[in-house]
Every structure is written in C-alpha cells, then in structure tokens.
C-alpha cells in the first residue's frame, strides 16, 4: 500500500526525474544548489527546461509538491526518497522494475539533498503571495481621439490623448488583466510613487546587505 499520496498531476515530472542520466541529474543538482530564491516560478520552469530538454513545468510542479512532505516528515530523506518512488510505482501503475525503481529512488534522493533553495523558494513566494494577487506584467498604449462636434468652427480642431495602463497578474494561480486610463497627472504621480519606492529599497539593502542576504 502507498505510503505517500502522489497526486496524477506529478506522475510526468516523475517519470523525467527516473529517466534522469548521471550527467543530468548531476546538473540539476547543480542547478538546485545555485538556485536563486528570488527567481519567479516560470523563470526557473524555463531554466530547467533549457537545462534538461524537458518540459520544465512538469519537473518544477513535481520537484515543488515536494516541499509540503519536506516540511512535515520526520523520516530522513533516504526513507522519504523510498516512499516516493515506491508510492509513484504503485499508483501511476507504470509498473517499474527493480533496477528502474532503484535508480528513482537514487535520482530522488539526490534531489532532496539538495532541496534547501527550493524550500526556501517556497518561503519567498508564500510572502510574496500575502495579498493574493502578484504582478507579472504591464504596459502603457497612448491614444489620441479627435472630437467630432457638428457646432465647432471650421477652423477649430480639439484632440484628446488617452494613455492606457495594462496590468498582468496573478490571482490565485489564475492570470488576471486590468486596464486602466491615466491622465499625463495620474502617471507623473505614479513615476514618483515608483521612484520613492525604489529609494527605499536601495535604502532598505544597504541597512541590512551585511548581515542578511536579501533578494
């Protein structure tokens, strides 16, 4: 009987992780060890996906379902790494030999000795995630619309320019837009907004830089 509930959603990510060669799965190792906290999700889905040729959303959804386990079992990892692969072996039925099972087992093993960043990982995106919405992308469109007025003179010509503001982000696990239109006023205060907060961050980084790693 399975003694971890492995989710269908992962079973692609673990079949990559068991077909892993030594030299993949040692530079994923690598890779893990260099992990940059502050990188985003799709960032680190795209390096992985470069790094291995495979589809790196699938490994980074397996390699992070991880986490919740790491946070609670008190097995080590070598009972934990034998519980996954075994539980993965039974209940996606891909019906593993031995040889294959072991090397699972050894390629997830390794992973999870080098599992601090991603922990980590998790802890930023849990901070970054306490309002529920975060921001991904925007853009401004700029316009200009001529009125059309049957009692202007023929002589008098009035325009109007329109600035449109795109927000991409998201909302609970859902990517969301708004639109919004700026006055030339709304956006030179929305520049000193920006400009005060990056003040405080450069203030913030150099007050605490030598004695905390920040990201």
């Not at 093993?109 to 991904?136: A, H, M, P, T």
């Not at 450069?202 to 007050?207: A, F, I, Q, V």
């Amino acid at each position: 009987m399975a003694k971890i509930l492995v989710p269908k959603q992962v079973f692609p990510g673990f079949k990559i992780i068991s077909k892993l060669s030594d030299d993949e799965l040692n530079s994923l190792v690598v890779y893990l060890k260099k992990l940059d906290i502050g990188l985003h999700y799709r960032e680190i889905a795209y390096g992985l996906r470069n790094l291995l040729k495979i589809d790196g959303d699938d490994l980074l959804l397996t390699l992070l379902s991880f986490t919740d386990l790491l946070k609670v079992e008190d097995d080590d990892i070598g009972i934990i790494s034998k519980n996954l692969a075994e539980s993965y072996n039974e209940l996606s039925k891909v019906g593993l030999n031995t040889k294959a099972k072991n090397k699972l087992k050894g390629n997830l093993l390794q992973v999870l000795s080098n599992y601090k960043n991603l922990l980590l990982l998790d802890k930023v995106g849990e901070y970054r995630n306490e309002n529920y919405n975060s921001f991904i992308d925007s853009s401004f469109h700029a316009d200009i619309r001529f009125l059309e007025f049957d009692k202007l003179e023929e002589n008098e010509k009035y325009g109007v320019i329109l600035h449109k503001f795109r927000v991409k982000y998201l909302a609970s696990n859902s990517k969301k837009e708004l639109y919004m239109h700026l006055s030339i006023d709304d956006m030179i205060k929305l520049k000193g907004d920006i400009e005060e907060a990056i003040e405080r961050d450069k203030m913030l980084r150099g007050n605490f830089s030598g004695d905390i790693k920040l990201i």
